[in-house]
């Protein structure tokens, strides 16, 4: 305890999860060269902790990135709000140009459904949807993302020039970390328990915005292990993943929280179930106003990419909540 006071850190005391708080002092100044080392050294442990404190704060602190839109195009039969939609050629097309013309920077094509209780898809049926999709798309000016946890898949669309893996399953295919290095891409790890098909049964959490903290730490930390460019990662807490609607709620309302983390954020809180609490028994393409409501909280909070199904309202909300939240912060600087 003491060297971390001398370091400028005080100890608050522990937190429902076991872990600690800390309160820091402006004159926080770990070493770096005291940080490497057998942790449990005390001198080591304490500038350890000072370090990722320090950065923590950093990120904290620093300018709200503006968000970019990801617009999704469900290329299954089975997605909880636009199953089927887009697998007519002409709605494929028309959405993808309203998505432009809203100043869309990424689309987001999935041939898998992951809404909870979905099944696994062969990814030779994912790549069958994917690819003649992708060829559709190649003369809009946008980035393609593509929502797949199959390293196979992944492959297969990045030779066909997609620009980012947004993996829910955060490299559980143990081939998919390779892929993605190979080729240089983005990637998105999300905060997920468990698999889709049985995530309800995983919403047991001691501490809640600890634990899904410390899950995308250590999600960074496996993607960087295999060569992933830290640059090239995005983080996403997973609203609605393993998540009541309540703890989806709280998540939402204190998403600020993850840029400590470091990393660029993406927010997909969707016409998802959760929205049920604020707005009622209402069915999912009814639920754009909440969707904008979430999609705003988000951007004032630090999220830097939304993927919204449409652009419309939400993403004149999301644009008018991170215009006045930067003003604000700018102000406070």
Same mark, same amino acid.
């Given at each position: 305890m003491e060297i971390l006071r001398?370091?400028?850190?005080?100890?608050?005391?522990? &937190?429902?999860?076991?872990?600690?708080?800390?309160?820091?002092?402006? *004159?926080?100044?770990?070493?770096?060269?005291?940080?490497?080392?057998?942790v449990e050294d005390p001198s080591v442990r304490a500038n350890w902790i000072g370090l990722?404190? *320090? *950065?923590g704060m950093d990120a904290l602190s620093a300018p709200l990135a503006k968000p970019q839109l990801m617009v999704v195009l469900n290329l299954t039969e089975d997605s909880f709000s636009d199953g089927g939609k887009h697998l007519d050629s002409a709605?494929?097309?028309?959405t993808?140009?309203?998505?432009c013309e809203a100043g869309a920077t990424w689309l987001d094509l999935g041939a898998e459904s992951t809404r909870p209780g979905a099944k696994a898809v062969p990814a030779t049926q994912q790549i069958e949807r994917l690819l003649p999709a992708m060829d559709l798309l190649r003369g809009f000016d946008v980035q393609l993302s593509v929502d797949t946890r199959s390293a196979a898949v992944a492959e297969a669309v990045l030779l066909a020039?997609?620009?980012?893996?947004?993996?829910?399953?955060? &490299?559980?295919?143990?081939?998919?970390?390779?892929?993605v290095a190979?080729?240089?891409?983005?990637?998105?790890l999300m905060h997920m328990k468990g698999t889709p098909a049985d995530m309800r049964q995983h919403c047991d959490y001691s501490f809640l915005l600890g634990e899904v903290l410390d899950g995308?730490?250590?999600?960074?930390?496996? *993607?960087?292990?295999a060569e992933i460019a830290p640059e090239k990662l995005v983080l996403d807490p997973g609203i609605g993943f393993a998540k009541t609607a309540e703890q989806s709620l709280e998540l939402l309302g204190r998403f600020d929280s993850f840029r400590a983390l470091g990393f660029p954020l993406l927010s997909g809180p969707s016409r998802k179930s959760f929205l049920s609490i604020p707005l009622g028994d209402v069915s999912p393409e009814n639920r754009e106003g909440g969707t904008a409501g979430a999609a705003a909280v988000s951007a004032a909070k630090g999220a830097s990419i939304l993927r919204l199904h449409d652009a419309?309202?939400?993403?004149?909300?999301?644009?008018?909540?991170?215009?006045?939240?930067?003003?604000a912060q700018g102000v406070a600087q």
């Open positions: 001398e370091l400028g850190l005080l100890v608050n005391g522990p &937190l429902p999860d076991g872990s600690w708080s800390y309160f820091p002092s402006p *004159a926080l100044a770990p070493d770096p060269a005291l940080a490497a080392g057998d990722r404190v *320090a *950065a709605q494929l097309l028309s993808a140009q309203k998505a020039g997609a620009h980012m893996m947004n993996d829910v399953s955060s &490299l559980e295919d143990p081939a998919m970390g390779g892929v190979h080729h240089g891409c983005d990637l998105v995308l730490a250590r999600r960074a930390a496996k *993607a960087i292990r419309g309202d939400p993403w004149d909300a999301t644009q008018t909540a991170w215009a006045c939240a930067t003003h």
